[in-house]
Nanobody, 120 residues
């Protein structure tokens, strides 16, 4: 069974930094891509950043490009989101998403979400 464990959210002042972590529990999971999504109150879930597992190429939403950096640790089946120069509009619940193959089945998995609050 695949479980995603997220950590690193919290409360920070505008201009500050946070680092989110997401680790997939199943070592036999063959990951294709990991992504970070966020959902602010009253809004839909949006893609913030993603990383191709094999090549390491990354993709960012325009609103976070240049401030956020996504990275991965293949050995740990983990991904990270370094968030710098945070703004109040970054306030949201951040969700980790993993797309991969497990027990012969390809599907996507979601983490439980971690709250990020940026005060002005």
């Amino acid at each position: 069974q695949v479980q995603l464990v997220e950590s690193g959210g919290g409360l920070v002042q505008a201009g500050g930094s946070l680092r989110l972590s997401c680790e997939a529990s199943a070592r036999t999971l063959s990951i294709n891509r990991m992504g970070w999504y966020r959902q602010a109150p009253g809004k839909g879930r949006e893609l913030v950043a993603s990383i191709n597992w094999n090549g390491g190429s990354t993709n960012y939403a325009e609103s976070v490009r240049g401030r956020f950096t996504m990275s991965r640790d293949i050995a740990k089946n983990a991904a990270y989101l370094q968030m710098n120069s945070l703004k109040p509009e970054d306030t949201a619940i951040y969700y980790c998403n993993v797309a991969g193959l497990y027990a012969g089945v390809g599907r996507a998995y979601w983490g439980q979400g971690t709250q990020v609050t940026v005060s002005s």
